[in-house]
């Protein structure tokens, strides 16, 4: 008997558990966009090198198109769909849009998931390339354009609005800080 090259697999999108039958080589961007219809995660290259298909898994960000399904299994994945808070935009969002950080937008929700991760990585202290003091000790670094820049460079932008990408991450660090600040108070 030949083994199964399929599997009935549940999936938490969003918060949300969905399971779905689906063939072992399926990877997760596709289960998304073709069984889930969550059509805002963006087929780029397929190739993991464009980051249009970026989502975050157990709050991490994952290229989707390389990221089986069945491996995703377990685990809780975050679209662009599931970014917002309740009816409010996620800082991100909002200061994407504010400061028109996306021109056709086909990368933008790839953007937002990957700037949602940095920021969470750059304020718990995970140093980039372009992080000058690695030393636990020194704490996180200013979060300057070229540290963003760094942390943003898995995610490419045809239209080439890397400028207002990096003032919108910047805005929403500092939006996010300042919650953080007024939540410990």
């Known amino acids: ?3 199964s090259t399929s599997s009935v697999i549940t999936l938490t999108v969003n918060g949300e558990k969905h399971t779905l039958p689906v063939d072992h080589r399926t990877t997760l961007l596709d289960a998304l966009r073709e069984h889930l219809d969550l059509t805002g995660t963006k087929k780029g290259c397929d190739q993991g ?3 249009a298909c970026t989502v975050l898994i157990d709050g991490r960000r994952a290229v989707s198109c390389l990221q089986l399904a069945v491996a995703a299994e377990g685990r809780a994945v975050t ?4 970014v917002a808070e309740g009816d409010r935009l996620h800082p991100v969002q909002q200061s994407f849009l504010d400061l028109d950080g996306y021109q056709c937008g086909y990368c933008t929700p790839g953007q937002i998931c990957s700037a949602v991760a940095a920021i969470e990585e750059h304020a718990a202290g995970w140093p980039s390339a372009a992080t000058a003091d690695v030393r636990p000790e020194a704490g996180p670094p200013p979060l300057t354009d070229e540290e963003i820049r760094e942390r943003m460079s898995g995610n490419l ?3 080439g609005a890397y ?3 990096v003032q919108a991450v910047a ?5 996010q800080a300042d919650r953080a600040e007024e939540a410990a108070v």
């Open 49 to 51: 090198q464009c980051g």
């Open 157 to 159: 932008c045809r239209c």
């Open 171 to 175: 805005r929403a660090a500092e939006e």
């Open 79 to 82: 679209t662009i769909e599931g």
């Open 1 to 3: 008997m030949a083994p």
């Open 163 to 165: 400028v207002s990408i």
